[in-house]
C-alpha cells in the first residue's frame, strides 16, 4: 500500500503533581516495553523528554513528539494525571489522540504505589468534552502494561485513516451517469471532513487519454498486465490501451494531487466510456486499488472515499461491490444448508463488472462486459476482470452524505462463502448474519446507493470507531443487530 501515510505513536505519560512521578516512568516503560516485545517497534516513540505535570511540560512534550515525526497521540495516565495539562496536549497535538490509563499492579502495593488513574480517566474525558476535543476511548480504557499495548495497536488502524483523511483528495472524473441518483454525493460533508475534492468532465480525462497515445512506457505495462493475468489474458489486443489509460491516471494524480498526500479517484465507466476510448476500465481500476488507489466505479465519491478509508483501516486491498442479487434457492439448498450456519435471507451476491484485483479472486479472467455487450458492439466492452471473489471474512460498510448533507455510515462483518457462484463479472457469495432484516432496515431505510465497499477481514470494530471519530452519530452508524434486537423501524408484530 504505497498511498496511505505510515502511523508514528508518540506516548506521553503524565503526572498529577500529589501523585509520585515515578509510578507514571516505570509505567510508561513497563508499556513500551510490553508493545515493543509484541507489536512493530518503529509504531511507537517514547517521549523521554518529561512526564507532563504542567502546561510547560506539555508545550515541551508537544515539541518532542513533534521533531520525532509522530503524526498520533497516546495519553497515558500513569496516575491520576493533571487533567488540564494532558487535554491541552490532545487539544494542540494536530492528529487523532488516544487516551488510556494503568491498572494497579499488586495489593501488595496500595500505599505509594496507588496511582488511581481509573478515577483520572474520568476527569480527563470530563474535560476532553469541556474543550470540545475529539479523542479516542478505548471501550475499556484502563489495563495492565500489556493490556495497554493491546490498546494501543488497535488503536494503530484507526489513527491511520484518521491522519489519512487530512491529506486526501478525491479525483472525479464525469457526473454519474443517467439513472444513477443513488450515487448522489453532496460534497459539503467532505470539506467537514477536511477531505479536497476535484472534479473533471470526462472529456479532461479523454483529452489526456489521446495525449498518451504512443507512451514508451505502454511496452512494460503490458508485460506487468501479462504477467498478472496469466491465463486469464482473453483479451489480449485490448492491453495497449489499458496501458495507456492506467499511465493517463497515474500521471494524472502526480500532476494534480498538489499538496495533498494521497489520492482515490471516482471514475466514469458508462455508458459514453466504451464507444470513446474504445474499452471498458475495470480491470485498470483493479490494479490501482492493488497499490491502494482506490477507483469507484459510476463516479461513486462517497464509494471512492469508503474505499480509501478501508485500505486505511485493513492496510489491504479494498473492493466496491453492488449489493446485487439474492442467491438462488438451489443453490442454497444444494451447497449452504446444513454445510454453514446462515439462512437463506442471511446470504446475497455481492457482484461488479470487474473492478476488483486479481489478488482478490479465486481465479481471474479479463474479457468483455456481457452486461454492455447486450447494447453495444462486444469489442469495445472489453477490459474487465471476471472471477469469484476469494472465501473468507469481509467487512461490508459504507460511508455516505445522503440527501439531506448528512453523515450517515454503516457496517457489518461476514464472509465470502467458498461456494461457487455460477455467475459472470467479479462476484461472490456473501454471508453476513441477519442480513435480511440489515438490508430492509438499514441500508434501504437509511437510503443508502447500491454500491458497498469491501475490506478483506473482519474490521468492524475499527471502522466504527473511525467513523465516530470523523463526526458521524452513532445513531447513524447501521450495523446488522441481532435477532432479537429490533430496530427502530422494524414492525414488533412481524
Same mark, same amino acid.
Given at each position: 500500500?504505497?498511498?496511505?501515510?505510515?502511523?508514528?505513536?508518540?506516548?506521553?505519560?503524565?503526572?498529577?503533581?500529589?501523585?509520585?512521578? %515515578?509510578? %507514571?516512568? @516505570?509505567? =510508561?516503560?513497563?508499556?513500551?516495553?510490553?508493545?515493543?516485545?509484541?507489536?512493530?517497534? !518503529? @509504531?511507537?516513540?517514547?517521549?523521554?523528554?518529561?512526564?507532563?505535570?504542567?502546561?510547560?511540560?506539555?508545550?515541551?512534550?508537544?515539541? *518532542? $513528539? !513533534? !521533531?520525532?515525526?509522530? @503524526?498520533?497521540?497516546?495519553? +497515558?495516565?500513569?496516575?491520576?494525571?493533571?487533567?488540564? %495539562?494532558?487535554?491541552?496536549?490532545?487539544?494542540?497535538?494536530?492528529?487523532?489522540?488516544?487516551?488510556?490509563?494503568?491498572?494497579?499492579? %499488586?495489593?501488595?502495593?496500595?500505599?505509594?504505589?496507588?496511582?488511581?488513574?481509573?478515577?483520572?480517566?474520568?476527569?480527563?474525558?470530563?474535560?476532553?468534552?469541556?474543550?470540545?476535543?475529539?479523542? +479516542?476511548?478505548?471501550?475499556?480504557?484502563?489495563?495492565?502494561?500489556?493490556?495497554?499495548?493491546?490498546?494501543?495497536?488497535?488503536?494503530?488502524? $484507526?489513527?491511520?485513516?484518521?491522519?489519512?483523511? !487530512? *491529506?486526501?483528495?478525491?479525483?472525479?472524473?464525469?457526473? =454519474?451517469?443517467?439513472?444513477?441518483?443513488?450515487?448522489?454525493?453532496?460534497?459539503?460533508?467532505? +470539506?467537514?471532513?477536511?477531505?479536497?475534492?476535484?472534479?473533471n468532465s470526462e472529456l479532461d480525462l479523454f483529452e489526456a487519454f489521446n495525449k498518451h497515445a504512443g507512451d514508451p512506457r505502454i511496452p512494460d505495462v503490458v508485460k506487468d498486465m501479462e504477467a498478472e493475468l496469466g491465463e486469464g489474458n482473453k483479451k489480449p489486443e485490448i492491453l495497449a490501451k489499458l496501458a495507456q489509460y492506467e499511465l493517463t491516471l497515474l500521471d494524472w494524480i502526480e500532476e494534480h494531487k498538489g499538496y495533498r498526500k494521497y489520492v482515490a479517484i471516482a471514475g466514469k465507466c458508462w455508458p459514453a466510456f466504451q464507444t470513446q476510448f474504445g474499452f471498458v476500465p475495470c480491470y485498470v481500476n483493479s490494479r490501482l486499488t492493488g497499490r491502494g488507489i482506490p477507483v469507484s466505479c459510476e463516479v461513486d465519491i462517497y464509494g471512492a472515499l469508503s474505499e480509501f478509508i478501508g485500505t486505511c483501516v485493513s492496510n489491504d486491498i479494498v473492493t466496491l461491490l453492488d449489493i446485487n442479487n439474492s442467491v438462488p434457492a438451489d443453490i442454497y439448498e444444494e451447497d449452504i444448508k446444513g454445510k454453514f450456519d446462515y439462512t437463506h435471507k442471511d446470504t446475497f451476491m455481492g457482484f461488479h463488472c470487474g473492478n476488483t484485483n486479481s489478488k482478490k479472486l479465486s481465479f481471474c479472467n479479463m474479457k468483455y462486459q456481457l452486461i454492455m455487450a447486450r447494447s453495444l458492439p462486444e469489442e469495445v466492452t472489453q477490459g474487465t476482470l471476471e472471477g469469484d471473489i476469494v472465501p473468507g471474512d469481509i467487512t461490508f460498510f459504507r460511508l455516505q452524505s445522503t440527501a439531506d448533507n448528512k453523515l450517515r455510515a454503516y457496517i457489518a462483518n461476514g464472509e465470502v462463502l467458498p461456494v461457487a457462484t455460477r455467475s459472470f463479472g467479479g462476484i461472490g457469495i456473501f454471508a453476513i448474519p441477519e442480513m435480511g432484516r440489515f438490508y430492509r432496515h438499514v441500508l434501504i431505510e437509511g437510503n443508502f446507493p447500491h454500491h458497498g465497499a469491501v475490506a478483506f477481514g473482519h474490521h468492524g470494530k475499527a471502522l466504527y470507531e473511525v467513523f465516530k471519530y470523523i463526526g458521524v452519530d452513532v445513531n447513524e452508524i447501521g450495523y446488522n443487530r441481532p435477532k432479537g434486537d429490533r430496530y427502530p423501524t422494524e414492525n414488533p408484530f412481524a
Open positions: 500500500m504505497n498511498n496511505i501515510p505510515e502511523v508514528k505513536i508518540g506516548i506521553v505519560a503524565v503526572s498529577r503533581d500529589c501523585f509520585p512521578e %515515578s509510578l %507514571s516512568v @516505570n509505567r =510508561r516503560k513497563a508499556l513500551v516495553d510490553a508493545y515493543k516485545a509484541k507489536y512493530d517497534a !518503529k @509504531n511507537i516513540y517514547e517521549c523521554p523528554i518529561c512526564i507532563v505535570e504542567s502546561e510547560i511540560h506539555m508545550v515541551q512534550a508537544l515539541e *518532542d $513528539i !513533534k !521533531k520525532a515525526g509522530c @503524526n498520533a497521540l497516546v495519553v +497515558y495516565l500513569g496516575n491520576f494525571g493533571p487533567e488540564i %495539562s494532558e487535554t491541552l496536549l490532545a487539544k494542540h497535538f494536530d492528529g487523532p489522540a488516544m487516551f488510556i490509563a494503568a491498572a494497579e499492579e %499488586s495489593g501488595n502495593n496500595l500505599i505509594q504505589g496507588r496511582g488511581d488513574a481509573y478515577c483520572g480517566m474520568l476527569n480527563a474525558s470530563y474535560n476532553l468534552k469541556l474543550r470540545n476535543i475529539k479523542a +479516542y476511548i478505548p471501550e475499556y480504557p484502563v489495563g495492565t502494561a500489556q493490556e495497554c499495548a493491546d490498546m494501543i495497536e488497535e488503536f494503530v488502524p $484507526i489513527a491511520r485513516a484518521i491522519v489519512a483523511l !487530512k *491529506d486526501l483528495k478525491i479525483i472525479s472524473f464525469g457526473p =454519474r451517469p443517467l439513472n444513477f441518483l443513488a450515487c448522489n454525493a453532496p460534497i459539503k460533508q467532505l +470539506y467537514n471532513l477536511g477531505v479536497e475534492i476535484e472534479e
